[in-house]
């Protein structure tokens, strides 16, 4: 079982609380939340400043193709709190240049010294218990080692080749077309960052990280972090992101909402698990500052596409059908951390009887003029448009259209008809209160349905 960990952040009042957890802690916000300056507390004010370790998203990731070590104390001290004599966290301000929520961070070069200078002083503490004992001894594992290892996993088709104060790559089987470090891709440079990154961290440490997903590649972020994880699980990590796909897949993790910063103080909650609303579409929704219409539809779709177009200032959602629409426009409505949200939905009209429309409208949720988006684009204005930007007579395309959508509605009138009356049916019967029991209240109930009809 995982071990109980603490972390201490600040809250609305500005005072300092706790919160345990034995996951990661993932922090999911829009942009301008304040997961940066969050992120800087913790790292430079936090009472647990001395054990965190922070992974800005602002970074250099120009790799050295060769380094010299030194003694490992003064590499690690260079590399965790920005100078080789500096004896004491508080001095950390100075790693970021007195500006730590945009300074761009360029320690690779120290990153390499800190790895280097772990391997010799392993490699020395080897060799004096080989020569001290009379039994044959293992080895140490290394750093550099756990890296190499990692690294490889994640990126099964590559090699790291370490030797000489420096490291080299090539594709896995093919060691005689090496290539040196400055030439690795910006993924490939990434990942060594991020894992001799984790491995410096303080041990018990907490480790911050800045935007985890950036310049990774989808399908490597949540493995690549999860192993890091593993490797360093004495260490509590703390993502902060507004990737909605990171936070969704990032399964095992105490989600917390970033709502906002006024300067001071941030505005955060954990978030409830809500059976009603999907967590990709809970997170999708917190991680942005728009008001939210939910629309049916799919990804992609041109009516999604539409919709997007014209409700620029809104956060459109596909929901696949009106139900899921409904259901999810009355279970935001309904969720105790989100009911202050602006949520609408938009629904195709099909073949709703106005009265069912005024009842959808009371809960938000809004109804086309037309049957189904899709006809808006045979509307005369689209219409105009298209046959202008053809350059044919719009006049004689408008009623070509017209004559041929009615001549293919008056085919199949009766079937129309048929189907609205089943429709009507339908919503009544949903209407009717099947909780009564009395035959006076049954009785009640019908007249009721039959006022509205």
Request: proline residues 4%; charged residues 25%.
């Amino acid at each position: 079982m995982s071990e109980m960990k603490k972390l201490e952040l600040p809250n609305i009042d500005g005072q300092v609380v706790e919160i345990e957890t034995v996951q990661s802690v993932l922090f999911i916000g829009a942009n301008g939340a304040g997961k940066t300056r969050l992120g800087t507390w913790i790292d430079i004010n936090s009472p647990q400043k001395e054990k965190v370790h922070r992974i800005s998203a602002q970074k250099s990731l120009q790799f050295p193709d060769s380094t010299t070590p030194q003694a490992i104390d003064k590499a690690e001290k260079d590399l965790l709190w920005g100078g080789p004599t500096w004896d004491n966290p508080g001095m950390k301000i100075h790693k970021w240049e007195q500006r730590p929520a945009t300074f761009l961070q360029n320690d690779f070069h120290k990153l390499m010294v800190y790895l280097f200078s772990d391997e010799t002083e392993e490699n020395a503490k080897f060799k004096r218990a080989c020569k001290e004992s009379t039994i044959k001894i293992d080895p140490p594992l290394t750093k550099i080692d756990e890296l190499k290892s990692l690294w490889e996993k994640i990126l099964p088709h590559r090699e790291l080749i370490i030797g000489g104060l420096r490291i080299q790559t090539c594709l896995k089987g093919q060691s005689e077309k090496v290539y040196n470090s400055s030439e690795m891709s910006d993924g490939e440079r990434v990942i060594f960052y991020l894992i001799g990154q984790c491995l410096a961290a303080p041990k018990n440490g907490i480790i911050v990280i800045d935007e985890p997903e950036l310049h990774l590649h989808k399908s490597v972020q949540i493995p690549l972090w999860n192993e890091i994880e593993k490797l360093r699980s004495d260490c509590l990590f703390v993502y902060l992101t507004h990737d909605v796909d990171f936070a969704s897949a990032k399964e095992n993790s105490k989600k917390i909402w970033l709502k906002s910063f006024d300067g001071n103080n941030w505005d955060w909650n954990e978030i409830a698990e809500d059976e009603n609303l999907p967590n990709e579409l809970l997170l999708e929704i917190l991680g942005s500052r728009k008001p939210i219409v939910f629309v049916e539809g799919e990804n992609g779709s041109f009516d999604v596409s539409l919709y997007r177009e014209i409700l620029s200032d809104f956060l459109v959602i596909p929901r696949g059908s009106c139900t899921q629409v409904i259901q999810s426009v009355k279970a935001l409505k309904a969720n105790n951390q989100l009911h202050h949200l602006q949520v609408y939905g938009i629904i195709d009209r099909d073949r709703r009887p106005q009265h069912e429309i005024d009842r959808l409208e009371r809960d938000s949720i809004f109804v086309l003029k037309v049957a189904e988006v899709e006809n808006l684009f045979c509307t005369q204005e689209i219409l105009k448009i298209v046959s202008k930007r053809l350059g044919r007579n719009f006049t004689q395309d408008f009623e070509n259209v017209s004559n041929t959508l009615f001549s293919r509605l008056n085919g199949e009138i009766q079937t129309q008809v048929s189907l609205h009356v089943n429709d009507e049916i339908k919503f009544l019967l949903q209407m009717f209160d099947t909780s009564k029991k009395t035959e006076v209240e049954i009785q009640n109930s019908l007249n009721d349905l039959i006022r509205v009809c």
